[in-house]
Nanobody, 124 residues
Framework: QVQLVESRGGLVQAGGSLRLSCVAS????????MGWFRQAPGKEREFVAA???????YHADSVKGRFTISRDNAKNTVYLQMNSLKPEDTAVYSC??????????????????WGQGTQVTVSS
C-alpha cells in the first residue's frame, strides 16, 4: 500500500516558520521526484516546490527565497521548510510523488501518489 503521510501543519503568525514533513512508503522513494503542492479555499491547486531523486530542487516564484524543499532518501522523507510565512501562504499542503522521468514537475497530473494534505494557517 502506497502511503504519503504529512506531518501536522499548524497555525503560525505572519513572519513565522513551520517545517512540514512527508513520510513515504510502498514505493521506491529514492527514484521518485517529490513535490509539494498547496490549495487555498476557492483556488486551484498550486505547485510549491519539487525535489528530484538526485536532490536537485525547484521552487515556485511565490515561495522562492522563503521555502526550501529537501529530502532524506534514507528516511523516505521529504521536507518543506517554510520561513517568513505570509497570510497568503494559508492553504492545505500536500506532498506528492512522480516517477523520475516525469519532466513537467510543476503540473500535478504527472504525480502518481498523494498525501492526505495538512492545513497551514498563517495569521496576520
Amino acid at each position: 500500500q502506497v502511503q504519503l503521510v504529512e506531518s501536522r501543519g499548524g497555525l503560525v503568525q505572519a513572519g513565522g516558520s513551520l517545517r512540514l514533513s512527508c513520510v513515504a512508503s510502498g514505493f521506491t522513494f529514492s527514484t521518485y521526484t517529490m513535490g509539494w503542492f498547496r490549495q487555498a479555499p476557492g483556488k486551484e491547486r498550486e505547485f510549491v516546490a519539487a525535489s528530484w531523486s538526485g536532490a536537485r530542487t525547484y521552487h515556485a516564484d511565490s515561495v522562492k527565497g522563503r521555502f526550501t524543499i529537501s529530502r532524506d532518501n534514507a528516511k523516505n522523507t521529504v521536507y518543506l521548510q517554510m520561513n517568513s510565512l505570509k497570510p497568503e501562504d494559508t492553504a492545505v499542503y500536500s506532498c506528492a510523488a512522480a516517477p523520475s522521468f516525469y519532466r513537467d514537475y510543476m503540473k500535478a497530473i504527472g504525480y502518481d501518489y498523494w498525501g492526505q494534505g495538512t492545513q497551514v494557517t498563517v495569521s496576520s
